[in-house]
Protein backbone atom coordinates (compact mmCIF):
# COMPACT_ATOMS: atom_id res chain seq x y z
CA UNK A 1 0.00 0.00 0.00
CA UNK A 2 1.27 3.31 -0.53
CA UNK A 3 1.47 6.41 1.58
CA UNK A 4 -0.86 8.18 -0.22
CA UNK A 5 -3.68 5.10 0.31
CA UNK A 6 -2.57 4.37 3.08
CA UNK A 7 -3.19 8.10 4.48
CA UNK A 8 -6.40 8.06 2.58
CA UNK A 9 -7.32 4.75 5.22
CA UNK A 10 -6.89 6.38 7.57
CA UNK A 11 -8.63 9.35 7.02
CA UNK A 12 -11.72 7.55 5.88
CA UNK A 13 -11.87 4.85 8.71
CA UNK A 14 -11.75 7.76 11.54
CA UNK A 15 -14.06 9.13 13.45
CA UNK A 16 -11.70 11.79 14.95
CA UNK A 17 -11.37 13.98 12.45
CA UNK A 18 -7.07 13.69 12.84
CA UNK A 19 -4.89 16.30 12.25
CA UNK A 20 -1.20 15.97 9.96
CA UNK A 21 0.41 15.45 13.25
CA UNK A 22 -1.99 12.75 14.15
CA UNK A 23 -1.76 10.66 11.14
CA UNK A 24 1.84 10.89 10.61
CA UNK A 25 2.08 9.82 14.79
CA UNK A 26 -0.39 7.23 13.75
CA UNK A 27 1.95 5.88 10.86
CA UNK A 28 4.78 6.35 12.62
CA UNK A 29 3.33 3.94 15.73
CA UNK A 30 2.70 1.39 12.98
CA UNK A 31 5.97 0.98 12.03
CA UNK A 32 5.88 3.45 8.76
CA UNK A 33 8.98 5.34 7.75
CA UNK A 34 7.35 8.85 6.75
CA UNK A 35 8.26 12.49 6.76
CA UNK A 36 6.11 15.18 8.35
CA UNK A 37 6.04 16.95 4.68
CA UNK A 38 5.00 13.39 3.17
CA UNK A 39 1.67 13.19 4.79
CA UNK A 40 1.18 17.10 4.34
CA UNK A 41 1.91 16.48 0.58
CA UNK A 42 -0.37 13.73 0.55
CA UNK A 43 -3.22 15.62 2.25
CA UNK A 44 -2.90 18.69 0.15
CA UNK A 45 -3.25 16.05 -2.90
CA UNK A 46 -5.82 14.10 -1.55
CA UNK A 47 -7.45 16.88 -0.88
CA UNK A 48 -7.29 18.33 -4.41
CA UNK A 49 -8.88 14.88 -5.68
CA UNK A 50 -11.85 15.13 -3.93
CA UNK A 51 -11.03 12.20 -1.97
CA UNK A 52 -11.21 13.64 1.41
CA UNK A 53 -11.71 17.21 2.88
CA UNK A 54 -10.19 19.50 4.70
CA UNK A 55 -12.16 21.25 7.63
CA UNK A 56 -10.94 24.04 10.22
CA UNK A 57 -12.84 24.29 13.67
CA UNK A 58 -10.41 26.72 15.01
CA UNK A 59 -7.45 28.93 14.40
CA UNK A 60 -4.83 25.54 15.87
CA UNK A 61 -5.17 23.25 13.21
CA UNK A 62 -6.29 21.58 10.00
CA UNK A 63 -8.43 18.05 10.36
CA UNK A 64 -9.15 15.49 7.96
CA UNK A 65 -12.33 13.89 6.98
CA UNK A 66 -14.09 12.24 4.88
CA UNK A 67 -16.02 14.02 1.35
CA UNK A 68 -19.79 12.94 2.18
CA UNK A 69 -22.32 15.75 3.09
CA UNK A 70 -22.55 15.49 7.11
CA UNK A 71 -21.88 18.76 9.23
CA UNK A 72 -20.52 18.97 12.87
CA UNK A 73 -20.98 19.31 16.43
CA UNK A 74 -17.80 20.84 18.33
CA UNK A 75 -17.45 21.34 22.29
CA UNK A 76 -16.82 24.41 23.35
CA UNK A 77 -14.99 22.95 26.69
CA UNK A 78 -13.45 20.04 25.26
CA UNK A 79 -12.79 20.36 21.75
CA UNK A 80 -14.50 16.58 20.58
CA UNK A 81 -16.06 17.17 17.03
CA UNK A 82 -18.76 14.62 16.23
CA UNK A 83 -20.62 14.18 12.85
CA UNK A 84 -23.95 15.12 12.77
CA UNK A 85 -26.35 14.32 9.42
CA UNK A 86 -28.76 16.92 8.91
CA UNK A 87 -31.02 17.33 5.75
CA UNK A 88 -29.40 19.40 3.29
CA UNK A 89 -30.42 23.10 3.50
CA UNK A 90 -28.18 24.26 0.52
CA UNK A 91 -31.51 25.45 -1.18
CA UNK A 92 -32.58 27.52 1.16
CA UNK A 93 -29.15 28.98 2.07
CA UNK A 94 -29.09 29.97 -2.04
CA UNK A 95 -32.47 31.42 -1.82
CA UNK A 96 -31.58 33.89 1.24
CA UNK A 97 -28.25 34.91 -0.26
CA UNK A 98 -29.26 34.77 -3.69
CA UNK A 99 -26.38 32.92 -4.79
CA UNK A 100 -25.51 29.92 -6.69
CA UNK A 101 -23.05 27.97 -3.44
CA UNK A 102 -21.18 24.89 -4.33
CA UNK A 103 -21.27 23.85 -0.85
CA UNK A 104 -21.19 24.95 2.63
CA UNK A 105 -20.12 23.57 5.92
CA UNK A 106 -22.02 24.03 9.34
CA UNK A 107 -20.43 23.93 12.65
CA UNK A 108 -22.52 23.98 16.28
CA UNK A 109 -20.72 24.86 19.08
CA UNK A 110 -22.38 23.69 22.26
CA UNK A 111 -20.80 21.68 26.06
CA UNK A 112 -20.54 17.80 25.86
CA UNK A 113 -22.39 16.31 28.81
CA UNK A 114 -19.02 15.42 30.71
CA UNK A 115 -18.23 19.24 30.32
CA UNK A 116 -21.16 20.40 31.52
CA UNK A 117 -20.62 18.34 34.42
CA UNK A 118 -17.63 20.01 35.11
CA UNK A 119 -19.28 23.24 35.80
Known sequence: MTNKERILQIVLES??????DDIYLRLRTSGKQITLATVY??????C?????RSIS?????ERY????????????????VSDIT??????????AC???LDS?????????????GRG
Not at 57 to 61: A, G, I, L
Open 41 to 46: NNLHAL
Open 15 to 20: ADHPTA
Open 98 to 100: GLE
Open 65 to 80: DKPLRHDHLICRGCGK
Open 104 to 116: YDLKMFYRCADCR
Open 57 to 61: FDEKS
Open 86 to 95: LADIKAQLEE
Open 48 to 52: AEGKI
